[in-house]
């Protein structure tokens, strides 16, 4: 019989989740590779126009993926064995892939790198989900704070903090206030008023048609990629245009969070890939298979050699390679943790169930 009190996963926002991992493959291949080798000026004209606009597409990924979060978060009820869960499966996966990849002769594994393995949140060996683990933690505490706010109060809030995050601190970043370029708990949490806001009241200021809000996003990443071309040919400095914080970056998050919000999809394909989006993450920024996929393996060196009209097509066609072959190998890992998990289960019931008899 099946649990009618399990959360329905609502595919729109599964899909979308989707999508944002594909995104942060465009990002990886871009900083971790292509830009490893080569200055993305040296490109020919169409190609560089080209490679900026995927980026100024996909710069969106970790603002959707937070927004997602609070969404969500924001009228849940907290559960430790859910920040346990994300701490061991993190774990899991670094330690696991550090084993097999010490075999292929990537760094030894010793015992410095086995204590950051089974501790790869608190060592922060990927950042996003050190940063995401303590905006987990701090979830129920920020619910009672956004709660306590009437609408009034909370859009104010969302008004101050925009004006902190993204005007004052993208135009002149102060490392004594902590948002730096987004990346980070601060930032983090300043999405998380974002996303609480829209969970409670839909929209913020206005609502628009869902297809607007698309048009919005794909307008304004032409107007990035303008603003980054315009940049590069002046000497300008480009980086900061895609950084989480940027104004532009923050708007194209919020249209294309809307426009999924509103579309209405129910699949149960959707949902079974999205449940293991995230373990593609912890593949494919693991340390040693960063190196492997952008550099060693030589396939971006390749790709940049091309410099014609096929550059794009391959670098998305690499993407794809890379993104099915971590969700791949993201299933079979999860599988083996599960099923781990599950027989500690077991036994933690059984010898919870021997100490009651003996009591």
Not at 219 to 227: D, E, K, P, S
Not at 238 to 251: C, E, Q
Not at 255 to 278: D, E, G
Request: hydrophobic residues 50%; positive net charge.
């Amino acid at each position: 019989m099946k649990n009618e009190n399990k959360p329905i996963r609502e595919s729109n926002f599964e899909l979308l989740r989707i999508v944002s991992m594909f995104m942060i493959m465009i990002l990886h291949i871009g900083t971790h590779g292509i830009q490893k080798y080569i200055d993305t000026s040296t490109l020919s004209s169409f190609n560089e126009m080209l490679y900026h606009f995927l980026r100024s597409l996909s710069i969106i990924a970790v603002n959707i993926y937070v927004l997602i979060s609070a969404y969500f978060l924001s009228q849940s009820t907290f559960k430790l064995k859910k920040l346990v869960l994300l701490f061991v499966e993190t774990s899991f996966f670094f330690t696991l892939i550090f084993a097999i990849t010490s075999i292929f002769g990537y760094p030894d594994f010793n015992m410095t790198s086995l204590k950051e393995s089974l501790f790869a949140v608190i060592f922060g060996k990927y950042w996003f989900v050190t940063a995401y683990f303590v905006l987990f933690a701090l979830s129920p505490y920020l619910n009672k704070l956004l709660n306590a706010l009437n609408k009034r109060e909370h859009f104010k809030f969302i008004i101050i903090t925009t004006l902190i995050c993204c005007a004052w601190q993208f135009y002149y970043a102060n490392s004594s206030v902590g948002i730096g370029k987004g990346y980070g708990v601060p930032f983090f949490i300043y999405l998380y008023i974002v996303g609480a806001y829209i969970r409670k009241y839909q929209f913020i200021l206005k609502d628009f048609n869902k297809n607007l809000y698309l048009i919005s996003y794909l307008v304004l990443a032409i107007v990035n990629t303008m603003i980054v071309m315009s940049a590069a040919n002046n000497g300008g400095d480009i980086g900061r245009w895609y950084n989480y914080n940027s104004p532009i970056v923050l708007i194209m998050s919020y249209a294309l969070f809307q426009y999924f919000r509103k579309i209405h999809i129910k699949s149960t394909v959707i949902n079974s890939i999205s449940k293991y989006v995230f373990g593609i993450y912890l593949l494919h920024e693991h340390t040693n298979m960063r190196s492997f996929l952008w550099i060693d393996s030589g396939v971006v060196e390749k790709i940049i050699n091309l410099n014609n009209y096929m550059f794009i097509i391959y670098t998305l066609g690499y993407s794809i390679i890379v993104f099915v072959s971590c969700w791949l190998g993201s299933y079979i890992i999860s599988k083996v943790f599960s099923f781990i998990m599950s027989n500690i289960d077991k036994v933690l019931l059984f010898i919870k169930g021997k100490m009651k008899m003996a009591v």
